[in-house]
């Protein structure tokens, strides 16, 4: 069945660091990926998605390129800032799962002053 | 007003006692899905509906049920509470599309003493 692999955290980083989340995934057809953001104390948000081969989500300075060579949805941030803490989980959206998000463990991103 | 409400956001009750979480929405979305997240952990999926009358078991729904009153509101009950019932339960909802994203509430707190 579908699945999603993404990196163990926390990832610790100082500010202005580039940032990369590694996710990748196992599906059949043409899946949906996204990434959702859940700050401290908050439900999640989605950060950004991508419905298509080669397409690149982004939103506030994130990026995510669909892979479909290498069946990932690695997460970018090239200058990463203290507001960037929180936990970004990777998820995928397919046929197999009736259409439900199949959902990464989530890594949890600390960023340092 | 929120798009997906949760009720309440935080409760503290004792072993044995029945509890409902409440969840509406006002995205006119068919299916809406009830999660438990622990500290440090991911999402696990407890029940998951498709439609008011299209009920389903997720991977933890031991100790857990659900009612869909309508096609905006879906609750959990938990039947006797038990402390490793304690985490942070989330409900989302969705369309049917494969690009479409999940919407989610703020969560709620649940702590079982």
């Known amino acids: 069945g579908d699945s999603v692999t993404q990196m163990e955290g926390p990832v610790t980083l100082s500010e202005e660091a580039f940032l990369t989340i590694n996710c990748t995934y196992t599906a059949t057809g043409y899946p949906s990926l996204f990434w959702y953001v859940q700050y401290p104390g908050e439900g999640l948000q989605l950060l950004l998605k991508?419905?298509?081969a080669d397409d690149k989500g982004s939103n506030k300075g994130f990026e995510a390129t669909y892979r479909k060579e290498t069946t990932s949805f690695h997460l970018e941030k090239g200058s990463v800032q203290v507001s960037d803490s929180a936990v970004y989980f990777c998820?995928?959206?397919?046929?197999?799962?009736?259409?439900?998000?199949?959902w990464g463990a989530g890594t949890k991103l600390i960023i340092k002053p | 007003d929120a798009d997906v409400t949760q009720t309440p956001r935080n409760r503290i009750t004792k072993t044995g006692k029945r509890i409902m979480l409440e969840c509406s929405q006002t995205?006119?979305?068919?299916?809406m899905y009830w999660y438990r997240q622990d500290p440090g952990l991911g999402l696990r999926l407890i029940y998951y509906?498709?439609?008011?009358?299209?009920?389903n078991k997720g991977e933890i729904s031991d100790g857990y049920s659900v009612s869909r009153q309508a096609q905006a509101k879906f609750s959990l009950s938990l039947e006797s509470a038990i402390p490793n019932q304690t985490a942070l339960y989330f409900c989302?909802?969705?369309?049917?599309?494969?690009?479409?994203?999940?919407?989610f509430g703020s969560g709620t707190r649940l702590t079982v003493v």
């Open positions: 995205k006119g979305h068919d299916r």
């Open positions: 991508a419905t298509k």
């Open positions: 998820a995928l959206r397919g046929m197999d799962s009736n259409y439900q998000l199949i």
């Open positions: 509906s498709f439609d008011v009358k299209d009920i």
């Open positions: 989302a909802t969705s369309d049917n599309r494969r690009v479409g994203g999940y919407t």
